[in-house]
C-alpha cells in the first residue's frame, strides 16, 4: 500500500519539531516496515528530500521564508502535490492556521484527516478572525477521521454526523528508570507564548519568590519573535537568573532533562493530546497543568490539574509538589502506569487495521 502523511511539521523543523511531527514519524516508519510510506513537509533552511527510518520525506515550499509565512505557502501548495501524486491512501495532519487544506475538493483518492489539533477557535481567539468557521467547512469535505481522543470525535460529529472517526491516540517508548538527583522543574515543548502558556508560568514560578532556588528549565525552539518576547518576559519579571534557557533538545539531553525534573509543568491555554505530557508519565514525573479538555485523558491522579489559568494556585501548587517527595512518588507512579497503556507498536498497528479495513 501506498500511504502519504501530509504536515507541515517535521521532526527536524528547526523552528517546531512537534509532538504531531515526532508521532507521526513514529507510526510511519513502523507501517514501512510492510508499506510504502512518504511524509510531504513544509521546507525550511537546509532540508532536502530523504529517507529517515526507511520513510521518504519529500519538502515543499520556499525554504528562506519565516515559519509562519512558510506555513502559509505550504496550505497553497499541498493541493497541487495532492493532485499530481501516486497514493492508496492520503493522511493529512492538520496545521494552523485553517486545520485543513481541503485536499478533497481538489482530486479523487482516499483522504484521512488526521487531527492532532483542530486550532481554529485558538487561531480565531489569537488574531480575531473566523479561522473557526474556515475550519468547520473544511471540515465537511472529509469522509474519515482519526482523532486523538472522545473531544475531537465530538466536535467533528457537531459538523458531520455521518464521518467515520477512528479514535487513536499517540503513543510513547517508555524508558528504563534510573534514579537521579532532582534539579529543576521542566517545561520542554514549542516556544508559543499564548498558546503554551508561557507567560502564565513565568507569572506561577515569579510568586514563588527569591527564596525558591529550584530553576525553571525551559526547552524548546520557536521563531525568533517568540523567543525573544520570552526573554523580555523573564528579564521584565526580574527572573532571568532562576530561569535556565536550553533550546530545543533531543537524545541523550533530552532524557537527563527528564530525569533530573521534579516535575513536569504544561501551562498550556490550548492542547489537543500533548506528548511531552506522555513523555513526563513515562519517566514516572508528576505533572502540573491547566484543567483544559485536551488534556482529560490524564486520568485522575496521574496529574495535578488547576482550575483554569489561576495562577496563585499553579504556584502554590508548583511549592508543595518541589516540597513533597512522597506526594511526587504518588502522582509519578500512577502516570507511569498510565504510559504503559500507550506503545507505540500498538498504536501503529492500530492505524494498520483502520487503514487495511
Known amino acids: ?13 528547526p523552528y517546531y519539531g512537534g509532538g504531531g511531527a515526532y508521532a507521526i514519524h513514529e507510526v510511519a516508519k513502523r507501517l514501512a516496515k510492510r508499506h510504502k510510506v512518504t511524509v510531504v513537509t513544509g521546507n525550511y533552511p537546509n532540508a532536502k528530500t530523504q529517507f529517515i527510518d526507511s520513510v521518504e520525506y519529500r519538502r515543499i515550499g520556499l525554504s528562506f521564508l519565516e515559519p509562519k509565512l512558510s506555513q502559509l505557502i505550504f496550505h497553497l501548495l499541498l493541493p497541487y502535490y495532492f493532485r499530481k501524486s501516486s497514493f492508496d491512501v492520503w493522511i493529512e ?86 534514579k537521579t538527583r532532582s534539579k529543576h522543574i521542566l517545561f520542554i515543548g514549542r516556544i508559543e507564548i499564548n498558546q503554551k502558556g508561557l507567560d502564565l508560568l513565568l507569572k506561577a514560578y515569579e510568586k514563588l519568590g527569591e527564596s525558591f532556588d529550584i530553576p525553571l528549565l525551559i526547552a524548546g525552539s520557536g521563531t525568533k519573535s517568540e523567543e525573544n518576547k520570552l526573554q523580555r518576559m523573564i528579564r521584565d519579571l526580574g527572573i532571568q537568573k532562576k530561569i535556565k534557557l536550553v533550546g530545543r533538545i533531543e537524545g541523550r539531553e533530552k532524557e537527563r ?26 519517566y514516572r514525573l508528576p505533572i502540573v497543568s491547566f484543567d483544559i479538555e485536551g488534556l482529560g485523558w490524564l486520568k485522575e491522579g ?17 511549592f508543595v509538589l518541589t516540597s513533597d517527595f512522597r506526594l511526587r512518588e504518588k502522582v509519578g507512579k500512577k502516570a507511569r502506569n498510565l504510559a504503559r497503556t500507550f506503545s507505540w507498536d500498538d498504536i501503529a498497528e492500530k492505524y494498520e487495521e483502520y487503514l487495511m479495513g
Open 1 to 13: 500500500m501506498k500511504i502519504v502523511f501530509s504536515n507541515y511539521d517535521d521532526v527536524n523543523n
Open 93 to 178: 495532519s492538520f496545521t494552523p492556521p485553517f486545520s485543513t487544506s481541503f485536499l478533497p475538493f481538489f482530486g479523487r483518492g482516499r483522504v484521512i484527516g488526521l487531527a492532532h489539533m483542530l486550532a481554529g477557535e485558538d487561531m480565531k481567539r489569537k488574531y480575531k478572525l473566523p479561522f473557526d468557521l474556515i475550519e468547520k467547512f473544511g471540515l465537511k469535505l472529509y469522509r474519515e477521521f482519526i482523532v486523538l481522543n472522545k473531544k475531537t470525535e465530538e466536535k467533528i460529529r457537531g459538523i458531520d454526523r455521518t464521518a467515520k472517526i477512528a479514535i487513536i491516540p499517540n503513543g510513547i517508548n517508555v524508558p528504563k528508570i534510573a
Open 257 to 282: 532533562a527528564f530525569r533530573e525534573a521534579y516535575c513536569v509543568v504544561i501551562p498550556s491555554r490550548y492542547e489537543t493530546f500533548s506528548l511531552v505530557s506522555l513523555e513526563a508519565a513515562s
Open 302 to 318: 496521574c496529574a495535578i490539574k488547576i482550575p483554569h489559568f489561576n495562577v496563585d494556585k499553579f504556584s502554590k501548587t508548583l
